[in-house]
């Protein structure tokens, strides 16, 4: 279910704003090991500011010709056509690579840099917004296949809004 990237960056700085509330309304519950997840909101929030920020480099790159992996041929594989067809992804099939998996222990201030360096990343894409579609080389998803730059974004919002729906269930929101 593609959709406009314009629509895409709206839909993520919405969400960013939602992990930012959540964070000042829920303080110090927000830090704690609740049932139904290994991981606290948290760092659910630390992961999804992470491997975004991961993201939204490499869409840069795409756009600019300078991403390392870059190839014009590749497609997504079943699962990445899977998640970006239905917009979802399934909870508790994969296992965040080593990079992007949350420390043990986070504190709020940590919590809260990498959310803004996220951010900052996600804005850095809004110039390039018109030029997305125009990328025909793809790079590589650990799990979803080869990507272009448009899919990225929408791979982007789908990871963010996955992450939102577990904290939200976490947090009984």
Request: charged share 20%; proline share 8%.
């Given at each position: 279910?593609?959709?406009?990237?314009?629509?895409?960056?709206?839909?993520?700085?919405?969400?960013?704003?939602?992990?930012?509330?959540?964070?000042?309304?829920?303080?110090?519950?927000?830090?704690?090991?609740?049932?139904?997840?290994?991981?606290?909101?948290?760092?659910?929030?630390?992961?999804v500011?992470?491997?975004?920020?991961?993201?939204?480099?490499?869409?840069?790159?795409?756009?600019?010709?300078?991403?390392?992996?870059?190839?014009p041929?590749?497609?997504?594989?079943?699962?990445?056509?899977?998640?970006?067809?239905?917009?979802?992804?399934?909870?508790?099939?994969?296992?965040?690579?080593?990079?992007?998996?949350?420390?043990?222990?986070?504190?709020?201030?940590?919590?809260?840099?990498?959310?803004?360096?996220?951010?900052?990343?996600?804005?850095?894409?809004?110039?390039?917004?018109?030029?997305?579609?125009?990328?025909?080389?793809?790079?590589?998803?650990?799990?979803?296949?080869?990507?272009?730059?448009?899919?990225?974004?929408?791979?982007?919002r789908?990871?963010?809004?996955?992450?939102?729906?577990?904290?939200?269930?976490?947090?009984?929101?």
């Amino acid at each position: 279910m593609p959709t406009a990237p314009e629509t895409e960056l709206a839909t993520l700085r919405t969400c960013y704003d939602t992990l930012a509330t959540l964070l000042d309304r829920e303080g110090a519950r927000f830090f704690e090991k609740l049932p139904g997840s290994d991981w606290t909101p948290a760092q659910h929030a630390w992961h999804v500011a992470v491997a975004n920020g991961m993201m939204f480099k490499g869409i840069r790159l795409l756009c600019e010709g300078r991403h390392p992996q870059a190839r014009p041929e590749g497609a997504p594989n079943e699962i990445g056509r899977h998640v970006l067809a239905t917009g979802r992804m399934p909870r508790g099939r994969a296992r965040a690579p080593e990079a992007v998996r949350p420390p043990d222990t986070l504190d709020i201030t940590a919590l809260r840099e990498a959310l803004q360096r996220s951010h900052q990343g996600l804005e850095a894409l809004a110039p390039l917004l018109s030029r997305l579609s125009a990328v025909v080389e793809r790079a590589p998803h650990p799990f979803l296949g080869w990507l272009n730059a448009t899919e990225w974004l929408q791979v982007a919002r789908i990871h963010t809004m996955h992450h939102l729906h577990i904290i939200d269930e976490l947090l009984g929101a």
